[in-house]
């Protein structure tokens, strides 16, 4: 978990309570891990093997994803559908986090959760484009332009 950048500098009592409620899963090659516009709330830290990003037009691998590696975490933490669609590319060992047992440990851990979703938000802000007016550190909903290209 040291890799997941969102629970770096976390007391190690709370990462040993994050850790108990991830469960294993196994992967084969070519099973699909996420779907794009799925709703599943739930993020992934793959312990073994390959995965990649599907891309929808060319049906190649856009981008590869190996141990230590982690994704769906803006669906955990934001609630929303999938953005991509990820495949096993190997065999692939991986933890599974679910939003309810995620969210059991972070209300056990006040400190914690301001902490880990403080960075989670920094951390996508910094990622995130605007629909509407193609700027970084906003999405559409927040927009002050919202309204205006319609």
């Known amino acids: 978990m040291e890799g997941v950048p969102f629970f770096r500098g976390c007391d190690d009592t709370f990462l040993s309570a994050v850790l108990c ?4 899963i196994l992967y084969a090659p070519t099973e699909i891990i996420i779907q794009k516009g799925q709703c599943e709330l739930a993020m992934y830290i793959l312990c073994q093997g ?23 975490e803006i669906a ?8 991509a669609t990820i495949v096993a590319t190997s065999f692939c060992d991986a933890f599974k ?5 995620f969210e059991a440990v972070m209300n056990q851990y006040p ?5 880990v979703n403080q960075l989670a938000e920094s951390m ?27």
């Not at 390959?50 to 769906?72: M, P």
């Not at 955990?76 to 953005?83: E, I, M």
């Not at 986090?97 to 047992?101: C, K």
């Not at 996508?124 to 309204?147: I, P, Q, Y």
Request: with cysteine.
């Open 21 to 24: 409620a991830m469960q294993p």
């Open 50 to 72: 390959r995965a990649g990003l599907l891309n929808a037009e060319t049906g190649g691998i856009d981008v590869e994803f190996n141990k230590g590696a982690y994704f769906g």
């Open 76 to 83: 955990l933490f934001f609630k929303v559908p999938r953005t």
């Open 97 to 101: 986090l679910n939003n309810e047992p």
């Open 111 to 115: 400190k914690m959760k301001k902490k």
């Open 124 to 150: 996508f802000t910094e990622r995130m484009v605007c629909v509407n007016c193609g700027e970084k550190g906003h999405t559409g909903a927040v927009c002050t332009e919202l309204g205006k290209h319609l």
